[in-house]
């Protein structure tokens, strides 16, 4: 039955409030909604979902561990940003959800397959693609991306091998978003202090031995249009040692010059107010320090097989500045990845979408039963919490068009999912073996004080899940009367 007009169901884990959305109408079966990927995003879509009555959310993850960039692209040294994940745990005790790990969508299961157990998949898959720098050197080795030495602090085991070279007294990262800073960062932190956070013992260890005495962060355009933002840069000043040099110093004070006092230039000015009180790169510095430099455009990375140098030209003329540097970094955006049997816009690196339901580009007609939210959805933009807006508005549309009748009603069981699902991928980690990973990397860490230690393998990943409880039969009864 409908609920009667003006009232609201409380959220099932305070994630981000309800809004006036069409309520889900009875059905002699309940909506169920696959949701591909288990980051901010689809956490936040599944949140939406679960407020209503009777909704089931089946969540598919290709990691054996959930919720994406929170665990791997967040910095160490930001503990508090992780404690979203305490609210996403509270989430996962939800009835009507059910997580699936370590299986992939697109290799062991088909977007098919998903459409033929659900009324709808949604996609919250990010943009898992770094943008790459086309100059000459790139392939040498000591290049990589700002992206993915976050991925190794975090122990992600597709990262774990990185090999991040620290033997060099410079690093260089050529952009400086809010991901530079905060690799830049980590770098030129105490590793005294690093122990106490969850990063990866590997990359602690690195650290420890690291000969890293300055990291330049590099950007073609002025200080004005820096990239990073107003909270992160005042973050980056209380923790590391931060200067500029006297050209660099003088192109922000050309840019307060210029810059209005309306609203809109409020958080440029600053920005630029606390650059200008930076310290002089000309002077002594007894710990490794972060450059910030303006107005260079990459030209070539040079090295006989490594990298040994970046060379710049000044933005606009034809200066050359060379950087000696033993490990370059490139943070410069990135892209999303076309998913199978979905159409993708290849110049936008998204899945063409209206408010989240996905439609044909070229006819602009709705494919049924496909949804998208977050930067697949809506390109590498806002933050953690803007996924909050954007998951409701996608599943304000899927609703919506479940009410409509326009979307087919599943040919299985939810039971014959898991059937299905187990005899694709034996390997699957359920919610139990989740719990039992997140258990077992707590009590790791607390013998150190630290919040975790990471496993970083998926092999330990899975011994640890195949510890964990199995369900009893009642409640695999209950599960199959529940689908």
């Given at each position: 039955?409908?609920?009667?007009?003006?009232?609201?169901?409380p959220?099932?884990?305070?994630?981000?409030?309800?809004?006036p959305a069409?309520?889900?109408?009875?059905?002699?079966?309940?909506?169920?909604?696959?949701?591909?990927?288990?980051?901010?995003?689809?956490?936040?879509?599944?949140?939406?979902?679960?407020?209503?009555?009777?909704?089931?959310?089946?969540?598919?993850?290709?990691?054996?561990?959930?919720?994406?960039?929170v665990?791997?692209?967040?910095?160490p040294?930001?503990?508090?940003?992780?404690?979203?994940?305490?609210?996403?745990?509270?989430?996962?005790?939800?009835?009507?959800?059910?997580?699936?790990?370590?299986?992939?969508?697109?290799?062991?299961?088909?977007?098919?397959?998903?459409?033929?157990?659900?009324?709808?998949v949604?996609y919250?898959?990010?943009?898992?693609?770094?943008r790459?720098?086309?100059?000459?050197?790139?392939?040498?080795?000591?290049?990589?991306?700002?992206?993915?030495?976050?991925?190794?602090?975090?122990?992600?085991?597709?990262?774990?091998?990185?090999?991040?070279?620290?033997?060099?007294?410079?690093?260089?990262?050529?952009?400086n978003?809010?991901?530079?800073l905060d690799?830049a960062?980590?770098?030129?932190?105490?590793?005294?202090?690093?122990?106490?956070?969850?990063?990866?013992?590997?990359?602690?260890?690195?650290?420890?031995?690291?000969?890293?005495?300055?990291?330049?962060i590099?950007?073609?355009?002025?200080p004005?249009?820096?990239?990073?933002?107003?909270?992160?840069?005042?973050?980056?000043t209380?923790?590391?040692e931060?200067?500029?040099?006297?050209?660099?110093?003088q192109?922000?004070?050309?840019?307060?010059?210029?810059?209005?006092?309306?609203?809109?230039?409020?958080s440029?000015r600053?920005?630029?107010?606390?650059?200008?009180?930076?310290?002089?790169?000309?002077?002594?510095?007894?710990?490794?320090?972060?450059?910030?430099?303006?107005?260079?455009?990459?030209h070539?990375?040079?090295?006989?097989a490594?990298?040994?140098?970046?060379?710049f030209?000044?933005?606009?003329t034809?200066?050359?500045?060379?950087l000696?540097?033993?490990?370059?970094?490139?943070?410069?955006?990135?892209?999303?990845?076309?998913?199978a049997?979905?159409?993708?816009?290849?110049?936008?690196?998204v899945?063409?979408?209206?408010?989240?339901?996905v439609?044909?580009?070229?006819?602009?007609?709705?494919?049924?039963?496909?949804?998208?939210?977050?930067?697949?959805?809506?390109?590498?933009?806002?933050?953690?919490?803007?996924?909050?807006?954007?998951a409701?508005?996608t599943?304000?549309?899927?609703?919506?068009?479940?009410?409509?009748?326009?979307?087919?009603?599943?040919?299985d069981?939810?039971?014959?999912?898991?059937?299905?699902?187990?005899?694709?991928?034996?390997?699957?980690?359920?919610?139990?073996?989740?719990?039992?990973?997140?258990?077992?990397?707590i009590?790791?860490g607390a013998?150190a004080?630290?919040?975790?230690?990471?496993?970083?393998?998926v092999?330990?990943?899975?011994?640890?899940?195949?510890?964990a409880?199995?369900?009893?039969?009642?409640?695999?009864?209950?599960?199959?009367?529940?689908?």
């Amino acid at each position: 039955p409908e609920r009667p007009a003006g009232k609201k169901l409380p959220p099932t884990s305070k994630l981000a409030p309800v809004i006036p959305a069409p309520m889900v109408r009875a059905r002699h079966r309940p909506l169920t909604v696959a949701i591909v990927g288990s980051g901010p995003a689809a956490m936040y879509a599944a949140d939406e979902l679960l407020t209503q009555q009777g909704v089931r959310v089946n969540m598919f993850e290709k990691l054996p561990t959930p919720y994406g960039l929170v665990r791997a692209g967040v910095a160490p040294d930001h503990q508090s940003t992780k404690r979203v994940t305490r609210l996403f745990d509270r989430m996962t005790q939800h009835h009507g959800f059910t997580l699936f790990l370590n299986v992939e969508i697109g290799k062991h299961l088909s977007h098919a397959d998903l459409l033929a157990h659900h009324h709808a998949v949604l996609y919250a898959v990010g943009a898992p693609n770094d943008r790459r720098l086309d100059i000459d050197g790139m392939e040498l080795a000591g290049t990589a991306t700002a992206t993915e030495v976050v991925a190794w602090f975090n122990g992600h085991p597709d990262f774990a091998s990185l090999a991040v070279d620290l033997s060099h007294e410079r690093v260089v990262i050529i952009g400086n978003g809010n991901v530079a800073l905060d690799v830049a960062r980590i770098l030129t932190a105490d590793p005294d202090e690093l122990a106490r956070t969850d990063i990866a013992d590997h990359a602690l260890a690195a650290l420890r031995t690291s000969k890293v005495r300055e990291v330049v962060i590099a950007a073609r355009r002025g200080p004005a249009d820096s990239a990073f933002t107003l909270p992160e840069l005042i973050g980056l000043t209380a923790k590391a040692e931060v200067v500029l040099d006297a050209a660099d110093h003088q192109l922000v004070q050309q840019d307060l010059a210029r810059i209005g006092s309306g609203p809109a230039d409020a958080s440029t000015r600053a920005k630029l107010e606390i650059l200008s009180k930076l310290g002089d790169a000309a002077a002594p510095s007894t710990r490794p320090r972060i450059r910030l430099a303006y107005q260079l455009t990459p030209h070539r990375v040079d090295g006989p097989a490594r990298v040994v140098a970046v060379e710049f030209r000044r933005t606009g003329t034809d200066d050359v500045v060379r950087l000696d540097a033993g490990l370059l970094l490139t943070s410069i955006g990135y892209r999303g990845k076309a998913i199978a049997d979905l159409p993708f816009d290849e110049s936008a690196a998204v899945v063409p979408n209206d408010g989240g339901r996905v439609i044909e580009p070229a006819t602009g007609d709705p494919v049924r039963g496909a949804y998208v939210a977050g930067w697949i959805k809506r390109g590498p933009t806002g933050f953690i919490g803007t996924n909050k807006s954007c998951a409701q508005q996608t599943v304000q549309e899927l609703v919506a068009d479940f009410n409509a009748d326009r979307l087919a009603e599943p040919a299985d069981r939810s039971s014959a999912l898991e059937r299905l699902v187990r005899a694709r991928r034996p390997a699957v980690v359920d919610i139990a073996g989740w719990r039992a990973i997140d258990a077992a990397e707590i009590g790791r860490g607390a013998t150190a004080g630290r919040p975790r230690n990471k496993f970083t393998t998926v092999n330990d990943m899975l011994a640890v899940a195949a510890t964990a409880p199995k369900p009893t039969l009642r409640e695999r009864l209950l599960a199959g009367l529940r689908g």
